[in-house]
């Protein structure tokens, strides 16, 4: 077969170039030691972008660049290297994340079909003896081929040869580079990771007379990521940011961890608080000092605290809708009612909810985007010991928004509801259509077993176009089909609201 002088000419320099490239790749290890700074932005969805520098000393030519320490939940797809001060003097020409991790188990994986050295002790003089041993499977356990047998398990301690080169001692991002000079380069690396995510949770201690309180927000980071981040510069966002998870067959499992540090700052410390900011369409919260965040670590840093913020206590009673459509009787129970205290005189009770609000703006001493998160409540008694009230979980607060914390129901304040008469009127006719009038007559009371005066919210949802014709006191509409009233109950005393109500059933 003739051949052209031309390609001829080609092929050897390919191969020659092939050659050299292979003698002159060398391998460069690059380890936490070497890293100048660090900072990482941790995301509300368990998201993280991570920014790391370091410095690295090149020989010109190709390289087998070593990151190590570096995520073992790297999204290596994300990673960028560059040179920070001369990014024409490095070429990045393929990049593999090494993240199946040295351990017994994988150890003898990669030995599957391959022989090993098991070593026993005598039991009673102590002498060693060592056999070789085909490692069969790994699977559910241990099974070697040994030289008239097969054992499961480990009958004694098993040597390895060597350490295969695809299993590394931490995670590492390998990378084929040109370096176009020698000499100290600085370098910066970008990747996206999971393995570490970030929640709020807030304290409040109310006061005797609560109308204030004691706020305290806590950041708790947990990191899963397999690397520590060294005096890094940590940053939160918050907010729904999209991403999109793609189907991987070479995504790792998650990690097993066996214990989990808690790194806290006690409640009295006083400490800097994190800065806010508006960025983009979510906020951006940063620490204000370096912090070092280990592997497999709860750590908990103080996003802010408050002292004296105006609060009020709110008890809220909400009346099932749908009663409009029927006549009660006025003994019917609603959903929820029952029990051997239930009175058809007085009414079915119906649950007060207790919330503290408070406004989250500079007024209050607040004023900063508050992240979602769970508010635990306390308060002191008598004996000046703290007690539960109960917890809400509360959505991402923007500045200037009212906070609104559910504790539970109400012990002492409370509520019943009767229909006091129901009656039908003559039907009217809308757009071709007949149309049902009704016009009923309800009474709540409201009683207060404590010694102080309490402020109570009645609510209760009415068709869209009801019209209230009378009320013992004053009510407003809460948007479309929702009436509103708000009364005082003196203390130790009741209250009694009737209003009637004519509506329209469509």
């Known amino acids: 077969m003739k051949m052209n002088l031309h390609a001829l000419v080609g092929l050897l320099v390919a191969a020659l170039s092939s ?87 994988k150890l003898l994986e990669k030995f599957l079909g391959r022989n090993v050295s098991v070593t026993r002790t005598h039991p009673t003089n102590g002498s060693e003896s060592s056999e070789s041993a085909e490692v069969l499977s790994t699977q559910n356990g241990v099974v070697l081929k040994m030289k008239d047998r097969i054992e499961t398990g480990v009958p004694g301690r098993i040597s390895f040869p060597e350490v295969p080169k695809n299993l590394r001692a931490e995670p590492t991002l390998s990378l084929l580079v040109e370096s176009r000079k020698s000499g100290e380069q600085d370098l910066e690396l970008n990747y996206l990771s999971g393995g570490i995510t970030w929640k709020a949770d807030y304290i409040a201690d109310l006061n005797e007379n609560e109308d204030k ?68 369409e979510y906020h951006l919260y940063t620490l204000p000092r370096a912090t070092t965040i280990s592997s497999n670590q709860t750590k908990q840093l103080t996003l802010l605290q408050v002292a004296n913020v105006p609060t009020r206590k709110e008890i809220i009673f909400e009346a099932s809708s749908g009663y409009y459509l029927n006549d009660l009787d006025g003994g019917e129970e609603e959903e929820g009612a029952g029990g ?47 007690q539960f009230l109960g917890e809400d979980k509360i959505r991402h607060v923007p500045e200037n928004e009212r906070v609104r914390v559910r504790l539970g129901t109400s012990f002492d304040v409370t509520a019943r509801k009767r229909q006091l008469s129901y009656k039908n009127l003559p039907t009217i ?28 919210i009645y609510r209760e949802g009415l068709p869209g176009d009801a019209k209230i014709l009378k009320t013992t006191f004053e009510q407003k509409m809460l948007g479309k089909g929702t009436a509103e009233w708000r009364t005082v109950i003196p203390a130790k005393g009741k209250r009694v609201l009737e209003y009637t109500v004519r509506a329209k059933i469509y």
């Open 19 to 105: 050659t050299t490239y292979a003698q002159e790749t060398k391998v460069l290890r690059s380890q936490l030691k070497d890293q100048t700074a660090v900072s990482l932005t941790v995301y509300s969805n368990g998201r993280s972008m991570i920014r790391e520098r370091r410095r690295v000393k090149f020989d010109k030519g190709f390289a087998a660049l070593e990151l190590q320490d570096v995520s073992s939940q790297m999204l290596s797809e994300t990673a960028q290297l560059r040179n920070v001060n001369a990014p024409d003097d490095l070429l990045v020409l393929e990049q593999n994340l090494e993240f199946d991790l040295l351990s017994p188990t």
């Open 213 to 280: 309180i004691n706020l305290t927000g806590f950041v708790t980071l947990t990191n899963q990521s397999g690397t520590a981040f060294r005096n890094a510069k940590l940053q939160l966002m918050a907010g729904s940011i999209q991403t999109v998870e793609e189907p991987r067959a070479y995504r790792r499992a998650k990690m097993n961890y066996a214990e989990t540090a808690v790194d806290a700052m006690p409640m009295s410390a006083a400490a800097p608080q994190m800065q806010g900011e508006s960025f983009f």
């Open 340 to 386: 051997v205290t239930d009175n058809v005189e007085l009414g079915n009770p119906i649950p007060g909810g207790v919330f503290i609000a408070f406004e989250n703006d500079k007024q209050s001493r607040l004023g900063m985007a508050l992240p979602a998160g769970i508010v635990r409540v306390y308060k002191r008694d008598k004996a000046t010991l703290s």
């Open 429 to 456: 006719r809308e757009q071709r259509k007949e149309v049902r009038v009704v016009e009923f007559t309800n009474r709540v009371v409201f009683s207060n077993a404590k010694d102080r005066e309490q402020q109570v």
